[in-house]
């Protein structure tokens, strides 16, 4: 006689672990993790990937101290779709990767905060940050010049936190190199073609650079003319 699965077999399943059949237990049916769920979690956990933000940048970071921002775009990276998110404190669209902020008037260091939180209520944040600076600046000028706020506006200019440069400039016959730095900066040290030296502070002026922002500026020169093309570290 063929075998075959009746109902009864139909009502047991395999308990590899003890190498045997076990019958359906009344009120329990097929779909019930009871024996499962510890195994079930442990699968879970492996899979799981925590909340990460690859990236959070802005299209400004720096702005010259005086000047206004009225207009910020941010963009982010995430390493999943969060189930919520915010910038600061204004929740944001799950699917939203960029923020455009119209009608600012950011005026000083402004910090945005991006938290993003996934299906297991994990958050994190990421900052991204718009500093003001006041400039740097370089360039050549005769030995008869008037240093003055409208000369400095006529020469380079870098953005930048502290007094340290390194830029190169041709100064031609009776020409000297110029470099003007806000005097809070502190006391600036040269170094040109490997030695050090070579440039004295000629004067310190009430500069207004050109947001119509006031402070005092150190303007040093070069102390001879005619270097030609020269490249000047500044320490």
């Given at each position: ?6 109902k009864e ?7 590899a ?14 779909s ?5 769920d ?23 970071n ?18 999943k ?8 404190n ?6 939203q990767?960029?923020l455009v902020l119209s ?12 938290s ?12 991204t940050n718009?500093?003001?600076?006041n ?14 706020s409208?000369?400095?506006?006529t ?7 502290s ?8 100064a031609?016959?009776g020409e ?6 806000p ?8 170094n040109v ?13 009430e ?6 922002y006031?402070?005092?500026y150190?303007?040093y ?5 005619d270097?030609?093309?020269t ?5």
């Amino acid at each position: 006689m063929g075998k075959f699965l009746d109902k009864e077999g139909l009502e047991r399943v395999w308990d590899a672990a003890n190498g045997k059949f076990v019958a359906k237990e009344d009120g329990k049916g097929l779909s019930s993790n009871d024996f499962t769920d510890e195994w079930k979690q442990k699968i879970e956990d492996l899979a799981y990937s925590p909340m990460a933000i690859s990236a959070f940048t802005n299209n400004v970071n720096t702005a010259e101290m005086g000047s206004t921002v009225n207009a910020v775009t941010l963009n982010w990276t995430l390493n999943k779709t969060p189930k919520s998110q915010k910038v600061d404190n204004t929740a944001v669209d799950a699917a939203q990767r960029t923020l455009v902020l119209s009608e600012q008037t950011i005026q000083a260091d402004k910090t945005y905060t991006l938290s993003a939180t996934d299906e297991r209520d994990k958050t994190v944040t990421k900052t991204t940050n718009i500093r003001f600076y006041n400039g740097v600046y370089w360039g050549i000028a005769d030995a008869e010049q008037e240093i003055d706020s409208a000369f400095l506006l006529t020469l380079s200019k870098g953005l930048q936190a502290s007094r340290a440069k390194t830029f190169s400039v041709t100064a031609g016959k009776g020409e000297h190199i110029i470099y003007a730095v806000p005097a809070r900066y502190g006391t600036c040290l040269f170094n040109v073609g490997g030695f050090d030296g070579g440039f004295s502070k000629v004067a310190t002026i009430e500069f207004t650079n050109a947001s119509g922002y006031t402070e005092s500026y150190d303007v040093y020169k070069s102390t001879n003319a005619d270097l030609g093309s020269t490249t000047v570290t500044v320490k």
